[in-house]
């Protein structure tokens, strides 16, 4: 990209996702697009082009917010993941080994969302937290009761693959159901034992051969053809030729 405070980071980790709705935890903040990112810190080429979006933001800032005084220390959002917070609590274990920073918009600009194909991706259950991705991030100067520093905007998101959740969140009802579209395994839950269940369950259907075994007095119901023979006996107590009684 062209743009000198705007740099790209390739597959990092997307946290604290809210790309689809603004979103703030705060009631006297207004809302914002806005995303946790965990770039790990192996990828030298991502941080490198960061750090260089980071010094021209500032010579931006040098020139037009800060009155020609750039600040010793210029603060910028990001953080170690090996570290701790700023209340002093350490990261998560995601955040290990990464270097974490949030990036947001305003509720009026709504970061681009595309796919691999760099098609929109309009299934909000696409990009959660814990999916990878590819962010476009414009870097920019701010003067804030009296501080100096450089914020980070998100303006594109990029689906690159699929992660594992993170946070505990559930799965989406559209992946738990979409394996009965025609899948030939109808299970989408990860551990197969969870099935085991329904199979045990239909084993006492087939118990049902007692009522075969119920039909078998229907078979012994000679009796009744031994009770007609008394009649044909009484035939020999009629003679032949009248009729009559002997």
């Given amino acids: 990209m062209t743009n000198e405070t705007t740099a790209v980071v390739q597959n ?27 770039l790990p810190k192996s990828d030298l080429s991502s941080k490198q082009r960061l750090d260089a979006a980071i010094q021209a933001a500032a010579q931006k800032g040098l020139n037009e917010k800060w ?22 609590t350490p990261f998560g274990d995601e955040c290990k080994g990464c270097w974490v920073f949030t990036a947001s918009a305003n509720a009026d600009r709504q970061p681009q969302i595309v796919d691999q194909n760099v098609q929109p991706i309009l299934n909000q259950s696409e990009i959660y937290s ?9 870097v920019f100067p701010y003067l804030h009761t009296g501080k100096k520093g450089v914020g980070f905007g998100l303006t594109h998101i990029q689906k690159v693959r699929d992660g594992e959740v993170l946070g505990g969140a559930p799965v989406s009802a559209d992946k738990v159901f ?19 269940p329904v199979q045990q369950y239909q084993q006492p259907i087939q118990q049902a051969q007692p009522v075969q075994q ?12 031994q009770y007609q ?12 030729i009248t009729g009559l009684p002997l």
Avoid: C, E
């Fill in 12 to 38: 990092v980790r997307l946290s604290y996702v809210n790309v689809f709705k603004p979103y703030s935890n705060n009631p006297d903040l207004p809302p914002k697009y806005s995303t946790t990112i965990l």
């Fill in 67 to 88: 009155n020609g005084v750039m600040p010793p220390v210029v603060a910028n959002p990001i953080h170690d993941g090996d570290g701790v917070k700023q209340d002093g």
């Fill in 130 to 138: 814990g999916v990878y991705a590819n962010v476009a991030i414009n």
């Fill in 178 to 196: 979409s394996a009965l579209g025609g899948a030939s395994n109808p299970n989408p839950f990860p551990n197969p034992q969870q099935a085991q």
């Fill in 214 to 225: 119920y039909q078998q007095p229907t078979q012994q119901a000679q009796p009744v053809q």
């Fill in 229 to 240: 023979q008394p009649t044909q006996q009484g035939s020999f107590g009629v003679d032949p």
